[in-house]
């Protein structure tokens, strides 16, 4: 089965090699990023610095919880695949994503905590930002490359990931009667579950209102990018 087409992407002006990383080596990252958010923390960074660090933090520890097995995420981790972006020899972001019926679902997408910093917070040399857009890029790139149009799913983790996922063209659906299908069917996502144990009616709607699709084909958004690097994956999935 071929491996899994990524792509070196190009965003916000600087150069992000996209690839495949093992369980291990994400976890290794994701456990350090979880201490260097509280070492950005003690700075004094602005209000919104500090509440994208509590996203990211709650992101990465999800993130790790799941490969950690304390978590269930979205499917088998034998089906799971992780990717990071690395830009100058550094991690700048990870993500890990399925292969779906109708697209690509990215399940967990975080950036380092020092990409988090805004310009009037104080400099930290290792800042790089675009490696999101970098890993939605590669997914965007795997969904057509396996005949899906390009097409990816996902949801929302906070109210600052909406709206950076609809300045990239993702758009709100209900993910219940989709017919896309580029989400699992056969189970309920941590959301669902999150809303069905919730007595707060926002908390329920926060739950379920994020799931997003980015589908190239119905209008401007990200588009594939140039070619792919295959890996020796054997986990990447069938064509749709």
């Not at 009037?120 to 970098?134: K, L, P």
Request: proline share 6%.
């Amino acid at each position: 089965m071929p491996g899994i087409p990524l792509t070196r992407e190009k965003s916000l002006d600087r150069s992000f090699e996209v690839r495949e990383a093992s369980e291990y080596s994400v976890r290794q990252t994701l456990r350090a990023w979880l201490q260097t958010v509280h070492t950005i923390g003690v700075r004094p960074v602005g209000e919104l610095t500090r509440a994208r660090l509590v996203d990211g933090w709650r992101i990465c520890r999800e993130l790790y919880r799941i490969l950690a097995g304390s978590d269930e995420g979205d499917g088998p981790a034998s089906e799971r695949i992780l990717l990071e972006a690395v830009s100058g020899g550094r991690t700048q972001g990870v993500s890990s994503m399925f292969a779906r019926p109708g697209g690509t679902q990215i399940e967990c997408l975080v950036s380092a905590p020092w990409n988090m910093l805004r310009p009037s917070d104080q400099h930290d040399h290792r800042t790089v930002r675009g490696s999101g857009t970098a890993l939605v890029l590669a997914a965007v790139t795997w969904s057509q490359q396996r005949g899906c149009g390009g097409r990816v799913s996902l949801q929302a983790e906070n109210a600052r990931a909406l709206a950076f996922y609809e300045r990239l063209g993702f758009q709100r659906i209900d993910a219940r009667g989709d017919p896309l299908s580029a989400w699992p069917r056969l189970a309920m996502s941590r959301f669902a579950r999150l809303a069905a144990s919730s007595s707060s009616r926002e908390e329920c709607s926060i739950a379920w209102d994020p799931w997003m699709l980015l589908d190239p084909a119905a209008g401007p958004g990200l588009q594939a990018g140039p070619g792919p690097i295959a890996t020796d994956s054997h986990r990447a999935g069938g064509r749709c």
